[in-house]
């Protein structure tokens, strides 16, 4: 799909970056390089704001990772990771981040969305009928909900150029013991940072739109 970039177009970017971290960790067995990520997705526009939504640990270990965030312009926000009885984790961010995105949508031309979670469809549709915004989404395509690509307005598949958007990237091998590719080190988060896939999230309910 054809879309509009210029300059002095206002760009949020909202980093679903439990998704993120999945699907790099289970399709390449690597983490994702943010910075790469960021920086192809603005393409050069004016960024306004960039979060990403994160969990914080007992270790703390993960501050590293918040600290190096910052020093590339995206700035985090944080919650606690929850322990269950038998060792289940979890940390739901899906409704936090799009009800960011909608509040910080009328001084933003473009939302860009880190996230391949098809829970995201209506967040999309709203921000686009509603907002007014041009809705991108930035993600691994072989993770990456179709509905959701379709109702975007662009997607930039990070699954075109693993060396350039994972870190730790170690290329699959083919019969002939050859590499595909070669990796590169940047951002990412630590492991215990990132909590288990937890059950979608009701934004339908949030945004108003079905």
């Known amino acids: 799909m054809s879309i509009i970039k210029h300059p002095e177009q206002r760009v949020g970017v909202f980093i679903d ?34 979060r990403a939504y994160v969990v914080t640990t007992e270790s703390g270990e ?20 929850q322990v269950f009885f038998g060792g289940a984790k979890k940390a739901d961010w899906d409704v936090g981040m799009a009800v960011d995105a909608i509040t910080m949508s009328p001084k933003l031309d473009t939302v860009i969305l880190f996230t391949g979670d098809g829970d995201f ?28 690509r379709e109702a975007a307005d662009h997607f930039l598949d990070l699954d075109e150029d ?21 990796g590169d080190v940047q951002v990412s988060a630590p492991e215990d940072s990132i909590a288990e896939q937890s059950d979608p999230s009701e934004i339908g309910k949030i945004t108003g739109v079905e």
């Open 17 to 50: 970056t439990q998704n993120l971290y999945h699907s790099a960790k289970n399709i390449y067995h690597a983490r994702v390089n943010f910075g790469n990520v960021l920086k192809d997705s603005v393409g050069g526009r004016r960024l306004i704001r960039a």
């Open 121 to 148: 469809i209506p967040l999309v549709k709203y921000l686009q009928v509603h907002g007014g915004c041009q809705v991108e989404i930035a993600s691994f395509g072989r993770s990456t909900s179709s509905k959701l």
């Open 62 to 81: 993960e501050k590293g990772f918040f600290e190096a965030l910052g020093k590339i312009g995206i700035e985090t926000t944080t919650k606690d990771l």
């Open 162 to 182: 693993p060396r350039r958007y994972l870190m730790n990237y170690r290329p699959m091998r083919n019969s002939r013991g050859r590499s595909r590719d070669t």
